[in-house]
């Protein structure tokens, strides 16, 4: 691993900040690294691999269109973006799709479409939120660190502090052209939006008439036992973003709206080379038909109560819905979430940290409550007394 660790210090521009482990294959819920040390993995990619590592039905259909056709392009028709397309008006609430390759892509489109449909410029996002590194994306990020480098960015935009109603009220008005929003926020540690505020901000949308964008990223594709998180609150946005687990791993997004807001748009105003290509939207088809036939939704739901369960059973108080859970690290450990992770590393168990506090919990969701025993296990022991009852 340590001519690997060289190389790469000589050839990568350093945007990341690595874990010292070399991955090679994956198999379910198991990653082996280049010396065949096996990890049990409870980062799916960032919420990504929803449907296990190198699953054998997603291998062969991917394969398959691999060596058929890979990209020609949005100039023409094909088969696969429409076959996504239809799949996914069957179980979003929305009409109309548009598929890109990343999330933060998505979000960008989001934004241009938001202005145009509504006339409007200004965005209200939340604080600690995250959507994205790119110039528009960035703008309704809220932490300054990574905003200040590479302002002026996008305006305006206001941040409204979080789950509070009266902040939302003060700050919203008729100027604004959207409310972006994540249902929990992922990257700030796992914290849920309250039904309140998102109550408070559908009811003040009759009165302005702006935009309402959830961001999913993270939280779609049955990660919190739905098959987007917007259904716990049975309120449906007027975008919404997606990526991530779409594909269980292939790189795709996708924007999701409804027949009025395609109505005010124009045939010109958004593209992409890549977007939506045949082999991305296989990924994405080919992952829903897996989740639909094994379950994958209820599983999350009802492995997730378990590892939540089994988590607070060891002294951790726990946030987050399905399989999107965080904890706080408290005692000896405090301050010291990137070192646990480390540690759990050495002990093959993967882990994300979101702050110096916070843990991440984001695995497969095929994860089985056998393999979450082993997990808790290993937290466990890392945990030594600290947060034990």
């Given at each position: 691993?340590?001519d690997?660790f060289?190389?790469?210090?000589?050839?990568?521009?350093?945007?990341?900040?690595?874990?010292?482990?070399?991955?090679?294959?994956?198999?379910?819920?198991?990653?082996?690294?280049?010396?065949?040390?096996?990890y049990?993995?409870?980062?799916?990619g960032?919420?990504?691999?929803s449907?296990g590592?190198?699953h054998?039905?997603?291998?062969?259909?991917?394969g398959?269109q691999l060596?058929?056709?890979?990209h020609?392009?949005n100039?023409y028709?094909?088969?696969?973006?429409l076959?996504l397309?239809?799949?996914l008006?069957?179980?979003?609430?929305?009409?109309?799709?548009?598929?890109?390759?990343?999330?933060?892509?998505?979000?960008?489109?989001?934004?241009k479409?938001?202005?145009?449909?509504?006339?409007?410029?200004?965005?209200?996002?939340?604080?600690?939120?995250f959507?994205?590194?790119?110039?528009?994306?960035?703008?309704v990020?809220?932490?300054?660190?990574?905003?200040?480098?590479?302002?002026?960015l996008?305006?305006p935009?206001?941040?409204c502090?979080?789950?509070?109603?009266s902040d939302f009220e003060?700050?919203?008005?008729?100027e604004?052209?959207?409310?972006?929003?994540?249902?929990?926020?992922?990257?700030?540690?796992?914290?849920?939006?309250?039904k309140?505020?998102?109550e408070a901000?559908?009811?003040?949308?009759?009165?302005l008439d702006?935009a309402?964008?959830?961001?999913?990223?993270?939280?779609?594709?049955g990660?919190?036992g739905?098959?987007f998180?917007?259904?716990h609150?049975?309120?449906?946005?007027?975008?919404m973003?997606v990526?991530?687990?779409?594909?269980?791993?292939?790189?795709?997004?996708?924007?999701c709206?409804?027949d009025?807001v395609?109505?005010?748009l124009?045939?010109?105003?958004?593209?992409?080379?890549?977007?939506?290509?045949?082999?991305?939207?296989?990924?994405?088809?080919?992952?829903?038909?897996?989740?639909?036939r094994?379950?994958?939704?209820?599983?999350?739901a009802?492995?997730g109560?378990?590892?939540?369960?089994?988590?607070?059973?060891?002294?951790?108080?726990?946030r987050?819905?399905?399989?999107m859970?965080?904890f706080?690290?408290?005692?000896?450990?405090?301050?010291?979430?990137?070192?646990?992770?480390?540690?759990?590393?050495?002990?093959?168990?993967i882990?994300?940290?979101?702050s110096?506090?916070t843990?991440?919990?984001l695995p497969?969701l095929?994860?089985?409550?056998?393999?979450?025993?082993?997990?808790?296990?290993?937290?466990?022991?890392?945990?030594?007394n600290?947060?034990?009852?």
């Amino acid at each position: 691993m340590e001519d690997v660790f060289r190389k790469e210090n000589e050839l990568y521009i350093p945007f990341f900040s690595r874990l010292p482990v070399v991955f090679e294959r994956g198999e379910g819920c198991w990653l082996y690294d280049v010396n065949g040390k096996r990890y049990l993995d409870l980062v799916a990619g960032i919420a990504c691999v929803s449907i296990g590592h190198s699953h054998p039905e997603f291998v062969e259909r991917v394969g398959e269109q691999l060596r058929k056709l890979v990209h020609v392009s949005n100039l023409y028709y094909t088969l696969p973006q429409l076959e996504l397309a239809e799949r996914l008006k069957k179980f979003t609430g929305f009409s109309k799709f548009f598929f890109c390759n990343s999330g933060t892509e998505a979000v960008e489109g989001a934004l241009k479409i938001a202005r145009k449909v509504t006339g409007r410029k200004k965005f209200l996002a939340l604080e600690n939120s995250f959507h994205g590194r790119t110039m528009g994306s960035l703008s309704v990020t809220w932490k300054e660190k990574f905003r200040k480098p590479f302002e002026p960015l996008i305006s305006p935009v206001e941040f409204c502090k979080f789950n509070d109603v009266s902040d939302f009220e003060k700050k919203v008005d008729k100027e604004t052209a959207a409310v972006i929003l994540e249902p929990i926020q992922g990257e700030s540690g796992i914290y849920e939006v309250s039904k309140e505020f998102m109550e408070a901000v559908f009811e003040k949308r009759e009165e302005l008439d702006f935009a309402i964008i959830f961001d999913e990223i993270q939280t779609g594709f049955g990660r919190t036992g739905r098959w987007f998180a917007k259904e716990h609150f049975k309120l449906q946005p007027d975008i919404m973003v997606v990526a991530k687990a779409m594909a269980s791993g292939f790189p795709i997004g996708g924007i999701c709206v409804t027949d009025e807001v395609v109505e005010k748009l124009d045939i010109s105003e958004h593209g992409s080379t890549f977007g939506g290509n045949p082999l991305a939207c296989t990924a994405a088809t080919t992952t829903i038909d897996i989740m639909e036939r094994e379950k994958l939704i209820d599983k999350a739901a009802n492995v997730g109560d378990y590892l939540r369960t089994k988590l607070q059973e060891i002294g951790l108080g726990v946030r987050g819905k399905g399989l999107m859970l965080g904890f706080d690290l408290t005692g000896r450990n405090k301050g010291r979430a990137k070192e646990f992770v480390k540690e759990a590393l050495t002990k093959g168990l993967i882990l994300n940290f979101t702050s110096e506090n916070t843990i991440r919990l984001l695995p497969p969701l095929i994860i089985e409550k056998e393999e979450v025993d082993l997990a808790i296990e290993i937290i466990a022991s890392l945990l030594g007394n600290e947060q034990r009852p």
